[in-house]
């Protein structure tokens, strides 16, 4: 079966810190795994997307997201969060054809000044 | 930049009311899609359409709710006779631009209508 596991329900780092945001994955082909963030009254915007390639990629606002198929993993950092950065964050896995996604429970991020 | 649209943002009904909620993709994309987050829990999918028919959808998706593409630019999603446990956040999406090949494809998502039904 298909799934998506982010362990943390809510995270919270002082400004400039580093972040982790952890997600695993179960998909029986071969995965494409997006980042989405919600912030309060917008929609699911992309920061990051993994169709293939390098395992390491580099999304916008300097996040980035590392593809590990033998730990089913695609975890996001970021070297230094900013206040904007506060938000809701799902991890999502879906399959070649424009086929569903998947969601995670979401992670909330907390930035404390 | 080219967005996706929902209409209304949020919508109040009593329980067994039909409600319609409505959504403009982006104008070039060909595959459609309903997603909904109940309060505190992850987003799920609910159906995806594609050449004017449902190509998925999913235990949800019970005779209760339909959708249709009425016309070239709006796409909705019915709920004949919503339940208290219908009241979620309601996401539409679409994705895979005309010409575009499948495979490679992100989905473009709404801003989202917040349903609740009393």
Redesign the interface.
């Known amino acids: 079966a298909q799934s998506v596991t982010q362990p943390d329900i809510h995270i919270t780092v002082s400004e400039g810190a580093s972040l982790e945001l952890r997600c695993n994955y179960s998909y029986g082909a071969t995965p494409y795994l997006f980042w989405y963030v919600q912030s309060p009254g917008q929609g699911l915007q992309l920061p990051l997307k993994y169709f293939s390639g390098d395992t390491l990629v580099q999304g916008i606002k300097g996040f980035e997201a590392e593809f590990k198929r033998s730990q089913s993993s695609f975890n996001l950092r970021k070297p230094s969060v900013h206040w904007s950065d506060a938000a809701e964050y799902f991890c999502a896995v879906g399959g070649v054809g424009a086929q569903k996604l998947v969601f995670g429970q979401g992670t909330r991020l907390t930035i404390n000044p | 930049e080219p967005?996706?649209t929902q209409t209304p943002s949020h919508q109040v009904t009593q329980m067994g009311q039909e409600v319609i909620l409505r959504c403009v993709p982006i104008s070039n994309h060909?595959?459609f899609?309903w997603?909904r987050q109940i309060l505190g829990?992850?987003?799920?999918?609910l159906v995806?359409f594609?050449n004017n028919e449902i190509s998925?959808k999913?235990e949800i998706f019970d005779d209760q709710f339909s959708v249709e593409r009425p016309d070239g630019s709006n796409f909705t999603l019915k709920i004949r006779s919503t339940k208290l446990e219908d009241s979620a956040m309601y996401?539409c999406?679409s994705?895979?631009e005309a010409g575009e090949r499948?495979?490679?494809?992100?989905?473009?998502?709404?801003?989202?209508t917040r349903l609740t039904v009393l």
Request: cysteine-free; glycine content about 10%.
């Open positions: 967005e996706v060909l595959y899609y997603y829990q992850k987003v799920e999918f995806s594609y998925e999913s996401f999406a994705s895979v499948e495979g490679y494809n992100e989905q473009f998502f709404g801003p989202g």
